[in-house]
């Protein structure tokens, strides 16, 4: 089958085309004929080898942790799912990612499509979506009636956050570029602030939660607006203990653990039309293809998410 895959860091020229072996499952797993994945920021960093110190691994790589498709085998325990069903993951983080035909998963991180998204919106989901739900409800106990920051909303993680806090019944303020203003309040958005001409430190007060999103100054003044008590957490970097202490906060980072039955409740909040997946820029599975897609990401200035069709599909 056709992969696409690095043999050694670097830009994204090391993206290359090869030929390697269908997965075997074993008796837990189920095999996926993809349809599609996405692309995240964890690819192009582990492309460009600024993650080669956590996640130590020989070559090739294949990169991509998304994954959307059709069930074409399942292993003699799996109960839940048969040939032919519509499913999405987020698979373990191993070198053998999603950039490829066909990926074999364990049963326990996969979960159905909703019959309303399509593959594109599927594979969009898992990484970015199940890091926003660790985030605000494992991680920082995100209440009904609390008030939450969001950085970046308009980002991957950021768009299903807004839309995934809105349903827990939590108010929700976000930055992000003016031109975003509109699309974020279609989100459900209470309180967009621009970050290109306002300071979130000087208008917020009183914040239960921020999620950051981006790190360095923006995370260090993020403590500004939480109340006491309040919690931060960050897909970006460590915060620091010292601010957390000054501003009697919780403060935290976090790195996505993938988990199934999350992936399932995400899903139901999709098929009720709650949390959908935007998707901004789709390009075709090959090379050429998936380096658009990284520049696409490297670039921080696409809505929403980034996918491979790896067969082009509406339904």
Not at 71 to 84: A, H, L
Not at 181 to 204: A, P, W
Not at 227 to 237: A, M, P, Y
Request: glycine residues 8%.
């Amino acid at each position: 089958m056709k992969a696409v895959v690095i043999e050694q860091y670097g830009g994204k020229e090391q993206l290359k085309a090869k030929e390697v072996p269908v997965p075997e499952i074993n008796d837990d797993q189920v095999l996926i004929e993809m349809h599609s994945t996405s692309v995240n920021p964890i690819d192009w960093k582990v492309r460009e080898g600024y993650m080669k110190d956590v996640l130590d691994w020989n070559f090739p790589i294949i990169l991509g942790w998304d994954a959307a498709g059709v069930v074409s085998e399942v292993g003699s325990n799996v109960t839940e799912f048969k040939k032919g069903d519509r499913v999405f993951t987020r698979p373990e983080t191993t070198p053998d990612g999603t950039y490829k035909e066909y990926i074999a998963v364990e049963e326990h991180l996969v979960a159905r499509m909703p019959d309303r998204v399509s593959f594109e919106e599927a594979a969009a989901a898992p990484l970015a979506g199940l890091t926003a739900w660790q985030c605000l409800f494992e991680t920082a106990k995100l209440k009904e009636g609390e008030k939450v920051l969001i950085h970046a909303g308009s980002g991957g993680v950021g768009h299903y956050a807004i839309q995934i806090a809105k349903a827990a019944g939590a108010y929700v303020a976000t930055t992000a570029s003016g031109k975003n203003k509109e699309f974020l309040e279609t989100l459900g958005v209470d309180h967009f602030i621009n970050y290109q001409t306002e300071q979130f430190e000087n208008i917020l007060e009183d914040y239960d939660v921020v999620l950051d999103t981006i790190g360095g100054d923006v995370q260090e003044k993020s403590f500004e607006v939480l109340k006491k008590g309040g919690r931060l957490v960050s897909i970006t970097q460590q915060p620091s203990e010292e601010l957390a202490n000054k501003y009697n906060v919780e403060a935290t980072a976090i790195f996505l653990q993938p988990k199934g039955e999350q992936l399932r409740k995400l899903a139901d909040l999709m098929e009720q039309g709650k949390v959908k997946s935007i998707v901004s820029k789709a390009f075709p599975f090959s090379v050429e293809g998936i380096q658009k897609a990284h520049e696409a990401s490297e670039s921080h200035h696409v809505k929403g998410k980034v996918v491979i069709q790896i067969q082009p599909s509406a339904c």
